[in-house]
């Protein structure tokens, strides 16, 4: 109840804060004070912010970037309470149970603070300790963020998504974030899949010291990109300064790039929590992947139509490939309507009489998407939107064809707006489209893709019930868009597919 008062009091003296600033008598960057409205909530507020730094769609760029100053410099919690923590799960103290254990935090973050020690055998770990107390604390900020994200739809609308289900996304990701033994597991699959690329480097886990609240993991020596974000913004550091330090701070974008797609199209699970806080720059260009609490379970199924959507997307100035992007992304995405258009058909329609209408289907969505893709393209270019508000408004386009992104998809997207923010800020000329481009020169199509990887058209069910549903969606149409339903109710007409 304390922590409900206490968010209650900050938004108060935040908006009292807000009128002076209106009035001219308080002088303070907009965003320094967003900022600082993050930081002393704390919590689960920290990760809220967080996730705004990395969406250009939601604030201008300036706040952003500011924003990216949560990813370091939490303020850290006392020793004893660390002792406490190592004397409730491991039952002794960390000077009985390590070599050394530096009593001083060298990292410290919203949810948890990372000590240095030695292992008996002088081996160097970060043992990373989550915040008493943070449980709770998380729960009663989840009511909080609803209420705000209640209000925010009423006042503060944003097109590419509303912002109860940004903050329905955000508390998902949360809770996987709040159990360190669910992160082990995790970096015990990555660790695994990552050993073929060189580049990358994930520490090692020792679960035997590892429990819900403490994680143990190898030290890594090496700067987090958000620290050198912050660097390159307020002049402290500048790509001549890095290349001294053995960084090409202009091929970091792409070697990270490359191994997110590699994991994605290529491994079991994926790294879905890139920011900039979980991505250490090591000497060489190496760098190192932290912080597995949100990972991402690769396309099961009907992979074949996803890779070649994407595929075909990368030739954006292709109007027929992009047309036969559009038409597998429907056949991955639209699998209810397919199920409920194949099952409104006599069994013994041919599937080329099928395909017929969802190809129609995807000439009239590819139309909106070619215009909506002429308009994205110049807008990710000066980055006044991100990857992730572009995909989002396709999706959106898509939801009269009943298009609906299957959750692993839904992360695909997130990591491609992260990753495409992140590198827009250390070399302005990066392109997405390239990176896939030369992603699918070194991995081709045929390569990804296995036998299994196809699914059928569609599932039949019983026809009398996609009937009705095919009924209710026509009905639907009449309403948002009476051109598309006059064109899909003729297609059926000439199949008597549907009661006139």
């Given at each position: 109840?304390?922590?409900?008062?206490y968010?209650?009091?900050?938004?108060?003296?935040?908006?009292?804060?807000?009128?002076?600033?209106?009035?001219?008598?308080?002088?303070?960057?907009k965003?320094?004070?967003?900022?600082?409205?993050?930081?002393?909530?704390?919590?689960s507020?920290?990760?809220?912010?967080?996730?705004?730094?990395?969406?250009?769609?939601?604030?201008?760029?300036?706040?952003?970037?500011?924003?990216?100053?949560?990813?370091?410099?939490?303020?850290?919690?006392?020793?004893?309470s660390?002792?406490r923590?190592?004397?409730?799960?491991?039952?002794?103290t960390?000077?009985?149970?390590?070599?050394d254990?530096?009593?001083?935090?060298?990292?410290s973050a919203s949810?948890?603070?990372?000590?240095?020690?030695k292992?008996?055998?002088?081996h160097?770990?970060?043992?990373k300790i989550?915040?008493?107390?943070?449980?709770?604390?998380?729960?009663?900020?989840?009511?909080l963020?609803d209420?705000?994200?209640?209000?925010?739809?009423?006042?503060?609308?944003?097109?590419a998504?509303?912002?109860?289900?940004?903050?329905?996304?955000?508390?998902?990701?949360?809770?996987?974030?709040?159990?360190?033994?669910?992160?082990?597991?995790?970096?015990?699959?990555?660790?695994?899949?990552?050993?073929?690329?060189?580049?990358?480097?994930?520490?090692?886990?020792?679960?035997?010291?590892?429990?819900?609240?403490?994680?143990?993991?190898?030290?890594?020596?090496?700067?987090?990109?958000?620290?050198?974000?912050?660097?390159l913004?307020?002049?402290?550091?500048?790509?001549?300064?890095?290349?001294?330090?053995?960084?090409d701070?202009?091929?970091?974008?792409?070697?990270?790039?490359?191994?997110f797609?590699?994991?994605?199209?290529?491994d079991?699970?994926?790294?879905?929590?890139?920011?900039?806080?979980?991505?250490?720059?090591?000497?060489?260009?190496k760098?190192?992947?932290?912080?597995?609490g949100?990972?991402?379970?690769t396309?099961?199924?009907?992979?074949?139509?996803?890779?070649?959507?994407?595929?075909?997307?990368t030739e954006?100035s292709?109007?027929?490939?992009?047309?036969?992007?559009?038409f597998?992304?429907?056949?991955?995405?639209?699998?209810?309507?397919?199920?409920?258009?194949?099952?409104?058909?006599?069994?013994?329609?041919?599937?080329k009489r099928?395909?017929?209408?969802?190809?129609?289907?995807?000439?009239?969505?590819?139309?909106?998407?070619?215009?909506?893709?002429?308009?994205?393209?110049?807008?990710?270019?000066?980055m006044k939107?991100d990857?992730a508000?572009?995909?989002?408004e396709?999706?959106?386009?898509g939801?009269?064809?009943?298009?609906?992104?299957?959750?692993?998809?839904?992360?695909?997207?997130?990591?491609?707006?992260?990753?495409?923010?992140?590198?827009?800020?250390?070399?302005?000329?990066?392109?997405?489209?390239?990176?896939?481009?030369?992603?699918?020169?070194?991995?081709?199509?045929?390569?990804l893709?296995?036998?299994?990887?196809?699914?059928?058209?569609?599932?039949?069910i019983?026809?009398?019930?996609?009937?009705?549903?095919?009924?209710?969606?026509l009905?639907?149409?009449?309403?948002?868009?009476?051109?598309?339903?006059?064109l899909v109710?003729?297609k059926?007409?000439?199949y008597?597919?549907?009661d006139?």
């Amino acid at each position: 109840m304390f922590r409900f008062f206490y968010i209650v009091f900050l938004l108060l003296k935040y908006f009292l804060i807000y009128l002076l600033l209106k009035l001219g008598m308080y002088k303070k960057p907009k965003q320094k004070i967003l900022r600082n409205f993050f930081e002393e909530a704390s919590g689960s507020f920290i990760k809220f912010g967080q996730l705004l730094a990395l969406r250009v769609d939601v604030l201008p760029k300036e706040y952003s970037l500011e924003m990216i100053g949560l990813f370091d410099n939490i303020k850290p919690f006392p020793y004893e309470s660390v002792e406490r923590i190592f004397l409730q799960e491991l039952g002794a103290t960390p000077q009985k149970i390590f070599k050394d254990f530096q009593t001083v935090p060298f990292a410290s973050a919203s949810f948890g603070q990372v000590h240095g020690a030695k292992l008996a055998d002088g081996h160097i770990v970060a043992v990373k300790i989550l915040r008493p107390g943070i449980e709770e604390k998380v729960l009663a900020d989840f009511i909080l963020i609803d209420i705000l994200a209640f209000f925010a739809d009423l006042f503060f609308k944003i097109d590419a998504l509303p912002w109860r289900e940004f903050a329905k996304e955000f508390k998902r990701w949360t809770k996987q974030e709040l159990d360190y033994q669910l992160e082990a597991e995790n970096m015990q699959r990555m660790y695994k899949n990552v050993l073929v690329n060189k580049s990358i480097v994930i520490p090692k886990v020792y679960s035997q010291i590892s429990t819900k609240k403490i994680l143990v993991e190898d030290y890594i020596e090496g700067i987090p990109l958000s620290r050198v974000l912050l660097g390159l913004k307020d002049g402290r550091l500048t790509p001549e300064k890095l290349e001294k330090m053995g960084i090409d701070i202009k091929k970091i974008p792409s070697i990270y790039t490359q191994e997110f797609l590699r994991e994605f199209f290529m491994d079991d699970v994926f790294h879905a929590d890139p920011h900039p806080g979980n991505i250490l720059i090591l000497k060489n260009n190496k760098l190192a992947l932290l912080d597995f609490g949100i990972i991402g379970k690769t396309i099961t199924y009907n992979k074949a139509s996803f890779v070649k959507s994407i595929t075909r997307t990368t030739e954006a100035s292709n109007p027929e490939k992009i047309k036969t992007a559009i038409f597998y992304f429907a056949d991955y995405s639209a699998e209810e309507l397919k199920s409920t258009i194949g099952s409104s058909l006599p069994a013994t329609t041919s599937q080329k009489r099928l395909e017929e209408i969802l190809i129609l289907l995807s000439e009239h969505f590819s139309e909106t998407v070619l215009k909506l893709a002429a308009v994205g393209r110049e807008q990710l270019k000066v980055m006044k939107k991100d990857y992730a508000a572009y995909y989002l408004e396709i999706i959106k386009a898509g939801q009269k064809y009943k298009v609906k992104l299957p959750k692993e998809a839904v992360l695909f997207i997130r990591l491609l707006s992260v990753v495409g923010f992140l590198s827009k800020e250390l070399n302005y000329n990066y392109k997405l489209a390239d990176e896939m481009k030369e992603f699918l020169k070194n991995h081709p199509e045929e390569t990804l893709l296995e036998e299994n990887d196809y699914a059928p058209l569609f599932k039949r069910i019983n026809r009398e019930q996609a009937i009705e549903k095919l009924n209710n969606w026509l009905s639907y149409l009449t309403e948002i868009d009476p051109p598309l339903y006059q064109l899909v109710k003729e297609k059926f007409k000439e199949y008597n597919a549907i009661d006139s």
